[in-house]
């Protein structure tokens, strides 16, 4: 079993859609989960962090992390077609451990007008 | 304010051929790293460094050396190039956290 697992997608979705995307992970280790989005031939930015179990809110944006089940999600409500993006979910088990995330594949998101 | 800027975007190698990978940041971070990106395949980290003169390995690091002689700078050397380093690289920085601030991209072919 891979440590990270994303769903590489593609999806596509009307304007305005709820979109979620999800990542399920083996390592019970991990406590700080992060969401990067990564436009066409862009290097990836930061889009929501959060630590541990619970949910975390940003605009139109909500991270959600359920460590019961080892499942993390990402939530974008009035999707746009600026949205349409892959987004990787990434992970580790230390604070400051930027050199040990592991990243999950990539979702790649297409909005539509 | 730039940010992380990589040079350059675009190259193409024959099997064999060397060539530097440029990095430079202007945000005084301490933590370096490269990154390789293949399609589907997600990010993975070949060699990070957490400030000058120290540098390490991260999960693919073969065929790749790294040097850091200043805080700005993280080159990265691919010597010997062979059709397995055809990739997407990416540099980053950070302060030391999760938060990685990452270049555009150098995309590379070795033919």
């Known amino acids: 079993q891979k440590e990270v697992e994303q769903d590489p997608g593609p999806l596509s979705v009307p304007e305005g859609a709820i979109v979620s995307l999800n990542c399920t992970y083996s390592n019970s280790a991990f406590q700080y989960f992060m969401w990067y989005r990564q436009y066409s031939r862009k290097g990836p930015e930061l889009l929501m962090y959060t630590y541990s179990s619970g949910n975390k809110e940003d605009g139109r944006f909500t991270a959600q992390v359920d460590k019961s089940s080892k499942y993390i999600s990402l939530f974008i409500r009035d999707s746009q077609p600026s949205d349409s993006a892959t987004y990787l979910c990434?992970?580790?088990?230390?604070?400051?451990?930027?050199?040990?995330?592991?990243f999950g594949k990539g979702t790649k998101l297409t909005v539509n007008p | 304010n730039a940010g992380v800027t990589q040079t350059p975007k675009f190259r193409i190698l024959k099997i064999g051929q060397s060539m530097t990978l440029q990095c430079a940041q202007d945000m005084n971070h301490n933590y370096m790293y490269w990154y390789r990106q293949d399609p589907g395949m997600g990010l993975k980290l070949i060699y990070y460094?957490?400030?000058?003169?120290?540098?390490d390995k991260g999960e693919v690091p073969n065929g790749y050396n790294v040097s850091r002689s200043t805080t700005e700078d993280f080159p990265l050397r691919l010597e010997l190039a062979a059709p397995s380093q055809t990739s997407v690289y990416f540099c980053?920085?950070?302060?030391?956290?999760?938060?990685?601030?990452f270049g555009s991209g150098t995309q590379l072919s070795v033919l």
């Open positions: 990434a992970m580790s088990a230390e604070k400051g451990g930027s050199e040990k995330l592991v």
């Open positions: 460094s957490v400030g000058a003169g120290i540098t």
């Open positions: 980053a920085s950070s302060v030391r956290g999760e938060k990685l601030f």
